[in-house]
Nanobody, 121 residues
C-alpha cells in the first residue's frame, strides 16, 4: 500500500510563488506516473501536471510556462513549482501516483489528502 504526504500549500498574493511537495511511502519498487491535480470550488478535479517514468511531462494549458513539475524516481518524490500565481489557481491540490510496483508485486494508485492553495488578487 502506498501513502502520500503533501506539503507546501498556503496563501499568496497574485503573482506570488509556492512549491508543493509530495512524498510516497510504502514497500515501493517503482512508480510510473506521478502528478498533481486540483479541484477549484464548484469545479471538477483537473490534471495540473504529470510526469511519466521521471521524464515524459504534461501540463494543463492554463499552467504552461508558470508551473514546473519535477521529481526523484529513487526517493519517490514529486514537486510542483508554481510561479506567477493567479486567483484562478485557487484550489485544493492533490498528489497522485499510478503504475505502482510494490516489492510484493503490482500495486494500486493513490491520492494524497490534498493541500489548499489560495491566491488573492
Amino acid at each position: 500500500q502506498v501513502k502520500l504526504a503533501e506539503s507546501g500549500g498556503g496563501s499568496v498574493q497574485s503573482g506570488g510563488s509556492l512549491t508543493l511537495s509530495c512524498a510516497a511511502s510504502g514497500n515501493i519498487r517503482g512508480i510510473a506516473v506521478m502528478g498533481w491535480y486540483r479541484r477549484a470550488p464548484g469545479k471538477q478535479r483537473e490534471l495540473v501536471a504529470s510526469m511519466v517514468n521521471g521524464g515524459n511531462i504534461r501540463y494543463a494549458d492554463s499552467v504552461k510556462g508558470r508551473f514546473t513539475i519535477s521529481g526523484d524516481v529513487v526517493r519517490h518524490t514529486v514537486h510542483l513549482e508554481m510561479n506567477n500565481l493567479r486567483p484562478e489557481d485557487t484550489a485544493v491540490y492533490y498528489c497522485n501516483v499510478d503504475g505502482v510496483i510494490l516489492t510484493t508485486g503490482p500495486g494500486v494508485g493513490a491520492w494524497g489528502p490534498g493541500t489548499q492553495v489560495t491566491v488573492s488578487s
